[in-house]
């Protein structure tokens, strides 16, 4: 499995940007995804994660009603709307995939990663 994640960059407090994550080498529906993110120093984080049901769409909670995610199966392609954006969010963003059993919300259960996005957001 390939990841390429784009759509990173500087925006102001309160402004949006919108992220991509292209899949590719595999059947994309039967992938768990998920999003990351990592400031210098300390841990990654989960962002989001949408399973391949399409059920139990999952939210960190500071992003909780500003961020959405979303995938398309025809263009193999997930995505993360992030709104109302704030100098916190600062980070360097990552998609991830799985397809195995291991649970939804370990960070080690992904097998496949991007490349990573910056997101700045200036106060």
């Known amino acids: 499995v390939q990841l390429q994640a784009s759509g990173g960059g500087l925006v102001q407090a309160g402004g949006s940007l919108r992220l991509s994550c292209g899949f590719s080498g595999r059947t994309f529906s039967a992938y768990d995804m998920a999003w990351f993110r990592q400031v210098p120093g300390k841990e990654r984080e989960f962002v989001a994660r949408?399973?391949?049901?399409?059920?139990?769409?999952w939210y960190t909670g500071s992003v909780r009603g500003r961020f959405t995610m979303s995938r398309n199966g025809a263009k193999d392609t997930v995505w993360l709307q992030m709104n109302s954006l704030k100098p916190e969010d600062t980070a360097v963003y990552y998609c991830?995939?799985?397809?195995?059993?291991?649970?939804?919300?370990?960070?080690?259960?992904?097998?496949?990663w991007g490349q990573g996005t910056l997101v700045t957001v200036s106060s």
């Open positions: 949408f399973p391949w049901r399409g059920d139990r769409l």
């Open positions: 991830a995939a799985k397809t195995n059993a291991d649970p939804l919300d370990r960070i080690s259960s992904y097998e496949s």
